[in-house]
């Protein structure tokens, strides 16, 4: 007796290209821009936005080297493009910057009861109880 095979489709490969914009309200872009890219570019123009007027973080503009970088340009422009880049072209690990400092996030968050796949002995702390001093014959 003969088996059907069905043939199944897998449609991962297209999630595996990226968006690209390559014109905004029928009117054509100089170049092509990745749509991660214009992600991360709003996202710390806002953020930006955000340090420049929020008051804890707006006394920082009034340290002299911090203030470098008052300039509209640089504040607006030249940063935001550049983090857009970086996190957006450059990888740590083989990965994209935005989930390496994820997966970093994640492991230093997590409690670490493991150590080569084997369980490790949680410390007991003593809180609030008075130092006890032993002799090395008393530790053994």
């Known amino acids: 007796m003969e088996k059907d095979f069905k043939i199944m489709r897998n449609y991962n490969q297209i999630?595996?290209?990226?968006?690209?914009?390559?014109?905004?309200q029928g009117m054509q872009l100089p170049f092509a821009v990745r749509l991660r890219s214009l992600l991360f570019w709003i996202i710390t123009l806002l953020l930006m936005i955000f340090i420049k007027n929020v008051p804890p973080f707006s006394w920082l503009w009034g340290i002299p080297i911090i203030n470098l970088f008052d300039n509209f340009i640089i504040l607006y422009g030249v940063i935001p493009v550049a983090v857009s880049y970086v996190l957006s072209n450059q990888q740590?690990?083989?990965k994209k910057p935005i989930h390496f400092f994820l997966d970093q996030l994640q492991y230093m968050s997590n409690v670490k009861t493991y150590a080569g796949f084997e369980p490790v002995q949680k410390q007991q702390v003593l809180v609030n109880h008075a130092i006890m001093f032993k002799t090395r014959e008393e530790r053994k």
Do not use: C, Q, S, T
């Open 15 to 24: 999630f595996e290209n990226e968006l690209v914009l390559r014109h905004i």
């Open 92 to 94: 740590f690990n083989g």
